[in-house]
């Protein structure tokens, strides 16, 4: 396994949680990394995306303004900060990484192994 996805859990409505998605690879520091969820019963879905070198970060209208990515390059980790949490937002958490820079998990190559978050009403 290449990438990580860490910190799911079950949290209630207007909770916060804290992704966190770790690399092995070191050639990984240079891929555009994104965050993608799947609900359950849904098509996996964007999220956010924090492109290489720059650090630019672009999210999906759903989620702007209550998450947040961000990474350390130190320690070959990226992070997805969720504050405000709706039950729309429970879903299975996937971090990928390309060297495309685009929203379509189709595209990208390298994929972690999900984890969980509930949100609760």
């Known amino acids: 396994v290449q990438l990580q996805a860490s910190g799911g859990g079950l949290v209630q409505t207007g909770g916060s949680l804290r992704l966190s998605c770790t690399h092995s690879?070191?050639?990984?520091?240079?891929?555009?990394k994104a965050w993608f969820r799947q609900p359950p019963g849904k098509e996996r879905e964007f999220v956010a995306r924090i492109s290489r070198g720059s650090g630019d970060t672009f999210y999906a209208d759903s989620v702007k303004g209550r998450f947040t990515v961000s990474r350390d390059i130190r320690k070959n980790t990226m992070y997805l900060q969720m504050n405000s949490l709706k039950p729309e937002d429970t879903a299975v958490y996937y971090c990928?990484?390309?060297?495309?820079?685009?929203?379509?998990?189709?595209?990208?190559?390298?994929w972690g192994k999900g984890t969980l978050v509930t949100v609760s009403s």
């Open positions: 990928a990484a390309d060297m495309e820079a685009t929203r379509d998990p189709s595209k990208f190559t390298h």
């Open positions: 690879r070191r050639t990984l520091s240079s891929y555009h």
